[in-house]
């Protein structure tokens, strides 16, 4: 068939970091508690129940537009967005419709090796719905449970334009968002919890100018599952347009399992949920001194990190990628600069071995055992060359799970680091003794056997030998077998 164009506009939630809901002082803590115990009848909708706004979300709403480069607007109105779904209890959802928090802002992320650029049209503030539970708590096969726990708890929606046109860029800009949310303190962007959640709309035209029908895809809840579902529904809608058959405005959902979308309903417009200001609800002015005291409070964002850490620590774009991914990740790699100025040797330690033991105990950097004043006594033996490579790694290891100190594990572990020469030796020449063959590839001209031999030396002292002192005496050592063999031959 001939060409197609994909278009693609994002509608992230992301719920804000607050300790009450966004109409009520009901908790917002509901992981792991019992259903529909954090309800009161305000977050229910009951009758007589009046909402009051909850400041603290508006802010980090404000800060949330401020740092996507919105314009600020003075005004805004709460709006009763009416649909019925069973996990809505009062029928309604309060929202904010033709006067949001901000509007026209911008987003850059990097995708696929170069800087990209998404308009952001809206981020306003709305209440999340309840959660609908399908299996557990005793609930037979044929029936389902809601749970109004998570009902109100403040959300701030932020809405593209439709400028990204693959499942690559819609997966590294929502990587981005996340990555800025939680830099600037407003939600712990937590896909697998719902804390963030991504709808995506998605149109295939033949033409690069119009728009073909625009699909709503639901239920994405993690990076891979945007990418995958967008990949889907990509080729649905290509095989649909190559067999003359008509698209049409839809929701679908992402089933995980099957790795397909299944159509759930026509797609609403804004006109089937009926908006209309809340009557009690009072228009809200931000006012310009919470303006001007979040925007000074702004932190550095990724992308100006990640360009900071390569100009001033020469930084691969690689290694200062996996540094400001997560913004404790990258304070915790400054603190250790500041106790040794060695950035790049600090950077492979951290990027290796800290994020494999993080990774190893599913624990982030900030509730780990271990501080960048504990990293440095270790890595400071090392940079000193009182203990080795392989040691330190063992060392770490213990230290991550216990929170001791590195000298502490190194005492317990009766761990002792050989430098004397004459004893290395020793050992060095009985590897060359056992290993001719190693010998003979090395004089050939094959560096390798050099790396195997020090391997050799470091498995027999169990990694207590100095891996310098090891190489100088094995370059002594061979460079006489050298001067005794004479100069190679040409080929």
């Known amino acids: 068939m001939e060409k197609c164009y994909l278009t693609i506009g994002l509608e992230v939630h992301c719920q804000l970091l607050t300790k009450a809901k966004m109409f009520c002082r009901c908790g917002t803590d509901y992981i792991g508690k ?11 909708g009951l009758p007589g129940s009046l909402p009051v706004m909850n ?64 308009r952001i049209k809206r981020v306003h503030v709305e209440e999340d719905a309840g959660k609908l539970v399908h299996e557990g708590l005793n609930i037979p096969s044929e029936c389902s449970g809601v749970d109004f726990n998570r009902c109100g708890i403040p959300l701030v929606e932020i809405v593209t334009e439709p400028d990204l046109h693959s499942p ?16 600037i303190g407003v939600s712990d962007g937590n896909m697998e919890e719902g804390s963030l959640r991504c709808d995506a709309n998605i149109s295939l035209s033949l033409t690069e100018k119009t728009m073909g ?94 360009e900071r850490f390569m100009f001033d620590y020469e930084l691969t774009e690689t290694e200062a990628n996996v540094l400001v991914q997560d913004c404790s990740l990258a304070n915790f790699f400054e603190s250790c600069i500041k106790e040794l100025n060695k ?16 990774n190893d105990l599913r624990q982030d950097i900030q509730h780990s055992k ?50 004397n020469e004459k004893e290395l030796e020793k050992i060095v020449h009985q590897i060359i003794e056992q290993n001719p063959q190693s010998i003979a590839d090395y004089l050939s001209g094959k560096e390798k056997a050099l790396h195997f031999l020090i391997g050799q030396v470091m498995k027999v002292t169990r990694g207590q030998a100095s891996p310098e002192i090891v190489k100088n005496i094995l370059n002594k050592e061979l460079s006489a077998e050298r001067s005794l063999c004479g100069p190679r031959e040409p080929f």
């Open 34 to 44: 019992e259903p529909n115990s954090l309800v009161c009848p305000v977050c229910m």
């Open 213 to 306: 029908v625009k699909v709503e895809v639901k239920n994405m809840n993690s990076f891979r599952s945007v990418y995958h579902a967008l990949e889907f529904e990509l080729s649905r809608q290509q095989k649909c347009l190559a067999e003359g058959k008509k698209l049409f405005p839809e929701t679908r959902h992402w089933d995980e399992t099957r790795g397909v979308t299944v159509s759930s309903r026509g797609k609403e417009e804004a006109q089937d949920y009926r908006y209309f200001p809340d009557p009690d609800l009072l228009p809200h002015t931000i006012e310009q001194v919470i303006l001007n005291d979040i925007q000074s409070n702004l932190p550095e964002l990724p992308l100006e990190k990640k």
């Open 343 to 358: 950035p790049k040797f600090i950077a492979n330690w951290v990027i290796t071995e800290v994020l494999k033991n993080l």
């Open 55 to 118: 400041r603290k979300a508006m802010e980090l709403a404000i800060r949330t537009a401020m740092t996507l480069h919105c314009e600020i607007l003075p005004r805004v109105i709460f709006h009763r967005k009416n649909y019925f779904y069973p996990d809505l209890p009062k029928g309604y959802q309060i929202s904010q419709f033709d006067f949001p928090i901000g509007i026209n802002g911008t987003l850059e992320f990097m995708g696929q090796g170069e800087k990209k650029k998404v």
């Open 168 to 183: 690559e860029d819609a997966r590294d800009y929502l990587t981005m968002l996340r990555s800025i949310v939680r830099y």
């Open 370 to 419: 271990i501080t960048p004043a504990a990293l440095m006594d270790l890595l400071k033996m090392v940079d000193r060359k009182e203990i080795s490579g392989t040691i330190a790694k063992s060392v770490l290891e213990d230290m991550f799970q216990s929170g001791a100190k590195a000298k502490d594990v190194i005492a317990k572990k009766g761990i002792s680091f050989m430098s």
